[in-house]
């Protein structure tokens, strides 16, 4: 385990998620190349502009440098949630259709014995 600092952290953060380009680091998280140099001469950073640019980063590793750069799992916000094909949302579309009509059909029944 590591312990950077934050001098270390961003060249960690610009070869993780730019290819180590300064430039194109700046541009992910749209500010100018100029702050990520005054970053790194004052061996500081904005912390919550990099967790909220920066997907699967270890928020342990931004604050202390100890750890790993990335977390072991993504957050479930990450994770890509699936798209119901056209077909699946008409099936579903169908099914309800189908429960509801039963449901409808039992209420009747009932309706009918007590009567």
Known sequence: MNNFSK????VALIKQ???????????RLGVSP?????WMSRDTFDIELIFAKCENIS?????TGKG???RDEPTPSQLPSPSPS???LIETNLNLSRTLQNLS????NITKQKT
């Open 17 to 27: 998620y730019s290819n180590g380009k300064n430039a194109d680091f700046a541009r």
């Open 105 to 108: 059909e039992t209420l009747e």
């Open 68 to 70: 790993n750069i990335l």
């Open 34 to 38: 100029q702050t990520i140099s005054t």
């Open 59 to 63: 928020l342990d590793w931004l604050l």
């Open 86 to 88: 056209l077909e699946a």
């Open 7 to 10: 001098k270390d952290r961003i």
